[in-house]
Every structure is written in C-alpha cells, then in structure tokens.
C-alpha cells in the first residue's frame, strides 16, 4: 500500500457484514500473559499489526517462542537479560512489560520510535516503588524505562488516574509479589486483565474499582481474541454518517470500559443492536448491529469520554454529520496519544466540513449548513486513529480526501483502506 492515498467514496448506502481484526488490547495482554507462562500456549486471531509485532518481538527477547498460534515460553522465572527492549509506537507493549519485567529475574531497558519516547511513563514509577518494583524513567518522565527485576512485596496501590495499562502493569508485577495487591483507582478503566486474572483464579473484585491480585504462577491460555471494539469503530462510524446504510460487526470485544462509543452513537440517534456471544476468560463478547438515523449533536463527557478515549478523534467526523453541536470534555488524555489527538480530532471534524475549535480538555464540533465540494487532504502524522478517521470524513464531506501517511492505519488494521472501499461490493 502507498504511503498516500485517495479516498472517493459512493456515498450511496451500504449492508454489510465485517469482522474486525483481533483485539489489541486483549491481544497484548493474551501475549503477555502466555510469555509469563511456563510451557505452550495458544493464542488465536491475536492480531498481526504493528503494535501487536512489537509485543512478539519484545517477548521473543526475552526467550519466548513464537510460532504462528502458539508461543513457548521457559516462564518468567527463566526469561533471558536482553538488554534494550525496542516497543516500537506500542505505549501497551511499554507498560505492561515493564510490569511483568519488575517481578522477574531479568532486567531491561526499554525504548521506542520516536513518537513513544515522548509519551508519559513517569506514572508507572510510584504505584510499582509501592511493591519494591526497581523502575526509573528519563528525567523528562518519558522513556527509555529502566527496569530490574527484584524480590517485590504485596502493597495496597492507589492510583491517581483511570489507567488500564497502569493498572495492568501493577498486577502482572503483583503476580510475583509475596503477600496479595489490592489496587485502586477512579473508575472509567477497563477491566479486561481483572476479569482474566480472577477467569485464572489469580485475583479477585473487591468493588467495582478495587481489585485483589493473588499471586501465582500464570498457566498456560488457550483463547481465541475477540474482534477489536476501536477497529469496529470505524466501521459503525461508516454507517452512522451514511443515510440508510447498515454494518455488522460479529464476535467484539464488549467490555463495559470499551463500549462508550456505542453508548455515544445511540445517544446520537443511531438504531444499536447488541447480541451476546460465548465470553472469552469471563470478559463479553457479542455481535454489534449499527444502523443509520439522523444524527443530533451532544455533550460527551465524564466516564463516558474515558470509556470512548480511542474513538473520540472519529467522533469527532461522526459530530460533523450531525444536526447541532457536539463538545468533548475529560478528554486531556487525547494530548498525549500517537499524536495529540485533541489537535487531531479538530483538523478531521474540519476535513468533514465543520467548525471545530480545541478546547483546554477536549474539542467543539459545529457543523456546517450545506455541501462542500471541493477536495482536501490531511496528514496523518504517524496516527493510525486518524488515518482511519480521515477515510471515513470522505462519506461526510462528499469529495475527494488524500491521507498522507495512510500507512499508520496497519498499525490498528493492515488492508483497512481496501475494507472501507469494499463496502459497497
């Protein structure tokens, strides 16, 4: 695929049927933990995308054997010292092995390309020093993340911020602790690694917010990854925008922390159908059927804006389409992203045709009365998020939109250019 490229979309509405690629966020956590373990594991559909090679290529670093579905690994007490840990544009790949890396026996220094090295991992530092954890960062609070495994201790862990992989970084380190973690947070996170550490009998709820890890030896996985709820995205996005238009997305991650865009699109006006599936280690999964409606602007905020953090920047063309005024707030997260996507998110509901103005933590959409004809382009600036937005502001803005960069997009979804073009066969 070329670095650039068009989009001239029909416009005309649309069914259709697409799976999504594997989850990423389960796929990393799936890796992860199955690296942890001693002896084979079976990992399927994890997907084959950028971040996700990074994770692969970091644990296969550390001695793990990988072979397409299953990964061997001699388990964390026996992973090899590899000195620099490269986690290429993979802010999770980051976290969660310097997590898993504090409890070990190894040690590690890990960097990233250059968008990664700018991105916050002081915040990892405090909540691991509460278990023994040896972890340092650069004076800036950015990487590279200087890790040592050491003999940790059991801790009660309060966490400032809604942060999943923070929060996944305390557990996997907690699994080698003596004596059990209990770690707490402001809600808004995703639950996906509580739900399967408590599947794996390694942890258990307390509240809804704090939870205990017991720690133990991680058994080997057999699991199948669901379809990734952020891909799917852009695919309900698609029909949303489009009059008439209808897509079914089957067998999605629908963790109650992932599924705020849904919640966002109903609000919209969108008709929303959910069908629960078999659950994968006790966190759901279902088949997700969006039809378009008319589209009215709304306010997005509080847990609502934390449950849809990833889909804010194609919210942001969704709000271009609609009648009325759309604004974000609780969204200060979006600056400190692949790019900074309250930036970002500003520049694609304008692509679409609308006004928008950043706010200090979030973004105004308002939309524009009447066609736009002439063509545009955007550079996607090394964000995968915004170079699958920018193909989906074409169906809005009704021209011709170039992407410079398109090739972000194989990051979250190699091919997703294709899928987009595809729907109308």
Do not use: Y
Request: aromatic share 4%; net charge negative.
């Amino acid at each position: 695929m070329d670095s650039d490229r068009d989009f001239e979309l029909p416009g005309t509405p649309f069914d259709a049927t697409i799976a999504p690629p594997g989850d990423k966020s389960l796929g990393h956590r799936a890796l992860i933990l199955a690296a942890m373990a001693e002896g084979e594991s079976v990992v399927t559909n994890a997907p084959r995308a950028g971040d996700m090679n990074s994770t692969r290529a970091a644990t296969a670093a550390l001695g793990v054997e990988q072979a397409a579905d299953r990964v061997h690994s001699p388990g964390i007490a026996d992973w090899g010292s590899p000195g620099m840990l490269d986690c290429g544009n993979s802010g999770t790949t980051m976290r969660l092995l310097t997590g898993a890396i504090a409890g070990s026996r190894t040690s590690a220094t890990l960097i990233g390309d250059g968008s990664l090295m700018r991105r916050p991992m002081a915040r990892l530092v405090d909540p691991l020093g509460d278990l023994g954890a040896k972890v340092s960062v650069a004076p800036s609070g950015t990487a590279p993340i200087e890790v040592t495994g050491a003999p940790l201790r059991g801790a009660d862990v309060s966490l400032p911020m809604a942060s999943a992989q923070v929060r996944t970084a305390v557990a996997l380190a907690a699994l080698s602790a003596a004596g059990a973690t209990e770690i707490d947070s402001p809600p808004g996170f995703r639950d996906h690694t509580e739900r399967w550490l408590a599947h794996l009998g390694l942890g258990e709820t307390i509240t809804p917010t704090r939870f205990r890890v017991l720690p133990g030896a991680v058994p080997p996985l057999n699991l199948t990854v669901p379809g990734d709820t952020s891909s799917a995205a852009f695919m309900w996005a698609a029909a949303a925008v489009s009059p008439g238009s209808r897509i079914v997305t089957p067998n999605v991650s629908l963790n109650p922390g992932r599924t705020g865009f849904l919640e966002i699109l109903r609000q919209m006006g969108c008709e929303v159908t959910v069908s629960s599936g078999e659950p994968v280690m006790g966190d759901p999964v279902g088949t997700v059927t969006v039809e378009a409606a008319d589209l009215r602007g709304i306010e997005v905020g509080g847990d609502l804006a934390v449950q849809a953090l990833d889909e804010l920047p194609i919210l942001a063309v969704v709000a271009a389409a609609a009648t009325g005024p759309t604004a974000v707030s609780n969204a200060a997260e979006l600056r400190v992203k692949e790019s900074d996507r309250i930036a970002s998110s500003v520049a694609l509901a304008e692509l679409a045709g609308a006004k928008a103005e950043a706010t200090a933590d979030g973004f105004a959409v308002e939309p524009m009365v009447g066609a736009t004809t002439n063509a545009a382009t955007i550079d996607a600036r090394g964000d995968h998020r915004v170079a699958m937005a920018a193909a989906i502001a074409c169906l809005v803005r009704g021209t011709r939109i170039g992407v410079s960069g398109f090739r972000a997009a194989d990051v979250s979804w190699p091919g997703f250019g294709d899928v987009v073009e595809g729907l109308w066969s």
